[in-house]
Each structure stands twice: as structure tokens, then as C-alpha cells.
């Protein structure tokens, strides 16, 4: 671990063998070390102090507004994955949905398998392990695009869950215009009600309305087609083709999972929104966001009541982390439909035990509002000066002077952060080196392979084979290996493959297994 002499004292809230970031000294006397985040280590010789190699725990008890920034490669998104890590070891008393654009997080199941990180797990006193609590929802339309091995379940929302403003910025149509107008009246009449042109009455849908409903009402409400006071044809086809579009997203259901089913004591909900396009991520983001603040309000007003059969079919506290943030809320005057809603979480989310942890690599493209509410802030290397002065203006924490400069923010080491909190123990920010994940990270750069393991390569095949032997014809598996030879150089041959398999006994003749079929029905048929 690099060391880096600091010349300005450092006091810490802290123990013999950690020190706290984030933590009230009140909640310390309370609890000690229970559910730290375990981020990693002081990095830093400080002046005055023996701080070096204390490990640097990070509070996951009381609310928190964590942003992660650095740009790419520097190491923010594994610190994402650290801290996701640590509270499913740590802290089983919250649910935590993890926000994936990248489509990367969903590896955390699987134990660390990057032979020169093992080195430093055990350096570290860490061993590989998956996070066997990681649950990954993907859009119910993206189900034959992502491999089975790589989600769980489906998520859907409903229409009925969007306002006219989401649907207005999502569509990037003006909430005053002509269709945004045309938008409201169709919400208006699915949730009230409305009469059709030939006069018979439909009754309102509170919640259960599909797009297909909301198309339904444009081309048959009486008043929308009223040549007086309805709206022009070209209005409304219009807007039948963005729902029509939208319907096509795989994000929409009548019914929409449930808030409980995301976030869940004891569960690490990872939201992959890869497939998606910016502007339907951030639909489905504010969303999220909004419903978790508003159910956490309800909950922990009940909670402080102590009547407990109001509490069943609630949410626990909950913590959000969001890859990828100057996508969702971006600053200078442009706005998404995760906007507002965000901006809402992060300011009103501390009562009701709302967390959310930030990551970017262009602090400087968030919107600031969101950056000022921060309360604890993590600086990996930065390049770029508006990105390095948006950081050192929104430190929540002093900064030593060499800290604030420039150059050593460019040179920071990959996986190397200075941290600063808003508690009062903190005398200023530091340096942390970020412990080695446990589990497997998938959001490194890919590179071209040059150089192909063929034993390696062949039991791959194999384990592919063995899979869809059951299920495929020979062609199919033929086609298999053909593409395997093509894409990497080999000269595999699928009656090999089979052989090897059929000596290993993990698989037998599909004329065998007929034949056995075949001698099980003669046994019944004679038994009956």
C-alpha cells in the first residue's frame, strides 16, 4: 500500500484498530463497530497521529448521501461494489437496490476470480466469497437478449405509477404544449373515467391501466375527438406512436412488482437497466426513487406510532446505489424524469432512513443540488479541472492544501481515494486505499484477447455441450462449436467434445436415454 506524508494534523472518530467515517460519536458509544463498512485503509501518514493502516470503516446505520466520483478505470464503480458488499455482511436490517446501467453488478454472486486480486484478499485478511443475498431483476422485455446465468427475476412498472411529467421528459415533449396537455387529459379520463364517442360510459382505473388502455382512450374519448375541443389527428397519432414506442421499452405491466419484492431485509436487489436508453432509465429510476421515499414516509410514521399490523407489507430502511449518476441528474438546467424525484430523496430521505450512494465519473455534469446534500464524498483520480474544482468546492470536509491541487488529484494511484465526512470527529479529509472485493467485478475494461488457453477453451465447450445436449439437436450443438472455432482460432470437433464427455459419464447416448425411456414404460405397462 502506497504511503503519502500528509503535513497537517488529522483527528478521527476512532479505536485501536479503526477509525469511522460518517459516524455520530453518540451511535459509536451505542454500538462500536456494528455494521462499519469495512471500505478499506488509511493510506496517509498524517502529521501527529498513527492513523496509517487503520482499517476505515464507513456508518451504515444512521441515513446517509454518499457520492462516489473518479474518472474511468480509477476504481468508483468497485468502490460501489465494496460498499454494496459490506452492508450485506454488515447491516441485514436494510434493503439495498443497486441501480446497474452498466450491466456489471450482476457478477457479485460469484467469488473473486482474479488470481492477482486472491494475493491481496489474503494480504488484506479477505477471503473470496459471492454474496449469495444478490438478486438480479432485469425489464420483462429484455428477457431473450441477457443469458440466464446473469438474472433472477423481472421488474415491471406500472403506467399508472408515472405522472404527466414523466411521461412529458421522457418523451421530451413540453408539459404545456399541445401533447402534453393531450397527455394529461388521457390520465385524467383512465383514472376517472370517461365516455366514448359512441356514448357509453368506461369506469376510471385507479392503478390497473396499461399503455394499451391510455392508446384505447385517445382514439375513443368523446372530447379528446371533438372537433370543437378536442385535438388535432395529428396530435393524437403523435402520441399513440411514442406509447406505442413505448410499450416496445419491456418496462410496463399493469400490476408492476412490488416496492416489498425490491427491497427486502437481508437482499441485495441489483436493477439492471443496461438494455435500456438513457431516457427510459431515468423513467424508471425516479420512479423507483419516488415510490421508495413516499412508502419510507408512511412506514416510519407507523414505525414511531409502534402499532405494528400497520407496519406488515411495508419497506425496511433503505439504501439506493446509482452507477453512472450524471446520466439520471444532470446539472446545467437539463432535466430527466429521475430529476426531481432524486432531488427529493436526497433532501427529505434522512427522517424516513432513505440512503443513496452516488457514483460518477463527471462530478462536475451532476446537478449541484444533488452534490450539496452530500455527506460523505469519495474523490478517486479526476483529470479534468471543472470535475477537480466541482469536487474541492463540495468536500464536505477541509482539505489539506496539497489535497486541492490539481496535479494530485490527476496522479491519485488507481483504487486510492481521499474521503471526507460532515461529523464533527473529522478534522478533514484523508486518503484511503479501497480494499480488494471479495466478490467478482465485471466493470473492467475489456481488451483484446491475443493469446487463447485451448485446454481452458475446450472445457468451456464442454460445460456448454454438456448443458444443451438434452435440449439441442446436433446441428444446433454443431453450430456451437463452429462459432467457438471461429471466433477464437481453434479447431475443436463436436464428436470430441462428446467423446470426452460420454468417458467423464456426463452425458450418454440420446439413443441410451430413449432406450431407457423405452424399457421404464415396458416395466409399467407390465406392473399394470
Known amino acids: 500500500m502506497d504511503r503519502i506524508v500528509v503535513d497537517k494534523e488529522l483527528n478521527l472518530l476512532s479505536s485501536e484498530d479503526y477509525v469511522f467515517v460518517g459516524r455520530k460519536s453518540s451511535v459509536f458509544r451505542k454500538y462500536g463497530e456494528k455494521a462499519g463498512m469495512y471500505v478499506g485503509k488509511v493510506a496517509e501518514i498524517p502529521e501527529n497521529s498513527d492513523y496509517f493502516g487503520k482499517k476505515v470503516l464507513v456508518d451504515s446505520i444512521s441515513p446517509h448521501a454518499i457520492f462516489i466520483c473518479g474518472m474511468r478505470g480509477s476504481g468508483k464503480s468497485y468502490t460501489l461494489g465494496v460498499i454494496a458488499e459490506e452492508i450485506a455482511l454488515k447491516n441485514d436490517a436494510v434493503g439495498v437496490i443497486v441501480i446497474d446501467p452498466m450491466g456489471i453488478f450482476w457478477s457479485m454472486k460469484q467469488k473473486n476470480k482474479v488470481e492477482s486480486e486472491k494475493l491481496t484478499l489474503e494480504e488484506w485478511g479477505l477471503t473470496p466469497q459471492g454474496i449469495k443475498s444478490v438478486k438480479v431483476f432485469i425489464p420483462k422485455g429484455q428477457t431473450k437478449?441477457?443469458?440466464?446465468?446473469?438474472?433472477?427475476?423481472?421488474?415491471?412498472?406500472?403506467?399508472?405509477?408515472?405522472?404527466?411529467?414523466?411521461?412529458?421528459?421522457?418523451?421530451?415533449?413540453?408539459?404545456?404544449?399541445?401533447?402534453?396537455?393531450?397527455?394529461?387529459?388521457?390520465?385524467?379520463?383512465?383514472?376517472?373515467?370517461?365516455?366514448?364517442?359512441?356514448?357509453?360510459?368506461?369506469?376510471?382505473k385507479a392503478k390497473d391501466y396499461?399503455?394499451?388502455?391510455?392508446?384505447?382512450?385517445?382514439?375513443?374519448?368523446?372530447?379528446?375527438?371533438?372537433?370543437?375541443?378536442?385535438?388535432?389527428?395529428?396530435?393524437?397519432?403523435?402520441?399513440?406512436?411514442?406509447?406505442?414506442?413505448?410499450?416496445?421499452?419491456?418496462?410496463?405491466?399493469?400490476?408492476?412488482?412490488?416496492l416489498k419484492d425490491l427491497s427486502k431485509r437481508s437482499q441485495i436487489s441489483v436493477i439492471d437497466i443496461s438494455f435500456l436508453e438513457d431516457n427510459v432509465r431515468a423513467l424508471v429510476v425516479g420512479t423507483l426513487a419516488r415510490n421508495i421515499l413516499n412508502t419510507r414516509k408512511i412506514v416510519s410514521r407507523q414505525e414511531a406510532s409502534g402499532v405494528l399490523s400497520s407496519m406488515i407489507g411495508g419497506i425496511p430502511v433503505t439504501w439506493l446505489l446509482i452507477d453512472e449518476a450524471h446520466i439520471l441528474v444532470p446539472g446545467g438546467g437539463r432535466k430527466t424524469a429521475a430529476s426531481?424525484?432524486?432531488?427529493?430523496?436526497?433532501?427529505?430521505?434522512?427522517?424516513?432512513?432513505?440512503?443513496?450512494?452516488?457514483?460518477?465519473?463527471?462530478?462536475?455534469?451532476?446537478?449541484?443540488?444533488?452534490?450539496?446534500?452530500t455527506d460523505i464524498l469519495f474523490c478517486h483520480k479526476l483529470v479534468y479541472g471543472d470535475d477537480i474544482n466541482a469536487?474541492?468546492?463540495?468536500?464536505?470536509?477541509?482539505?489539506?492544501?496539497?489535497?486541492?491541487?490539481?496535479?494530485?488529484?490527476?496522479?491519485?494511484?488507481?483504487?486510492?481515494?481521499?474521503?471526507?465526512?460532515?461529523?464533527?470527529?473529522?478534522?478533514?479529509?484523508?486518503?484511503?486505499?479501497?480494499?480488494?472485493?471479495?466478490?467478482?467485478?465485471?466493470?473492467?475494461?475489456?481488451?483484446?484477447?491475443?493469446?487463447?488457453?485451448?485446454?481452458?477453451?475446450?472445457?468451456?465447450v464442454k460445460n456448454i455441450i454438456c448443458e444443451k445436449y438434452k435440449k439441442e439437436n446436433k446441428d444446433a450443438l454443431e453450430k456451437i462449436v463452429e462459432m467457438v472455432n471461429e471466433d477464437y482460432n481453434l479447431n475443436f470437433r463436436l464428436e470430441d467434445i462428446l467423446q470426452e464427455l460420454r468417458e467423464e459419464k456426463r452425458i450418454e447416448d440420446k439413443e441410451e436415454i430413449m432406450a431407457g425411456i423405452e424399457t421404464k414404460k415396458q416395466a409399467i405397462e407390465e406392473f399394470t
Not at 394499451?212 to 397519432?237: C, P, Q, W, Y
Not at 399513440?240 to 399493469?254: H, P, Q, S, T, Y
Not at 430523496?345 to 443540488?369: E, F, H, K, N, W
Request: proline share 5%; net charge negative.
Open 145 to 204: 437478449e441477457a443469458p440466464e446465468e446473469t438474472w433472477d427475476k423481472i421488474f415491471t412498472i406500472r403506467p399508472s405509477e408515472l405522472t404527466v411529467e414523466d411521461w412529458c421528459l421522457t418523451f421530451d415533449v413540453d408539459r404545456f404544449d399541445v401533447m402534453g396537455i393531450l397527455l394529461d387529459r388521457t390520465i385524467e379520463c383512465l383514472k376517472n373515467g370517461y365516455v366514448t364517442k359512441k356514448g357509453k360510459f368506461v369506469e376510471g
Open 340 to 373: 426531481d424525484a432524486l432531488l427529493e430523496y436526497v433532501r427529505q430521505g434522512r427522517q424516513p432512513g432513505c440512503s443513496i450512494v452516488l457514483a460518477t465519473q463527471q462530478p462536475s455534469a451532476v446537478d449541484s443540488r444533488i452534490l450539496s446534500q
Open 391 to 460: 469536487v474541492v468546492r463540495r468536500m464536505p470536509s477541509e482539505m489539506p492544501r496539497m489535497f486541492k491541487n490539481r496535479e494530485f488529484i490527476q496522479n491519485l494511484p488507481i483504487g486510492m481515494a481521499i474521503i471526507g465526512d460532515k461529523q464533527e470527529e473529522t478534522s478533514r479529509s484523508f486518503l484511503v486505499a479501497i480494499r480488494p472485493r471479495i466478490s467478482q467485478h465485471e466493470g473492467r475494461e475489456r481488451q483484446p484477447i491475443f493469446e487463447i488457453d485451448p485446454d481452458v477453451m475446450k472445457e468451456n
Open 210 to 258: 396499461s399503455v394499451e388502455d391510455m392508446i384505447h382512450v385517445i382514439e375513443n374519448e368523446k372530447s379528446i375527438l371533438s372537433h370543437e375541443k378536442g385535438f388535432k389527428s395529428a396530435t393524437r397519432r403523435a402520441l399513440i406512436a411514442r406509447l406505442k414506442g413505448a410499450k416496445n421499452w419491456g418496462i410496463f405491466d399493469e400490476k408492476g412488482t412490488e
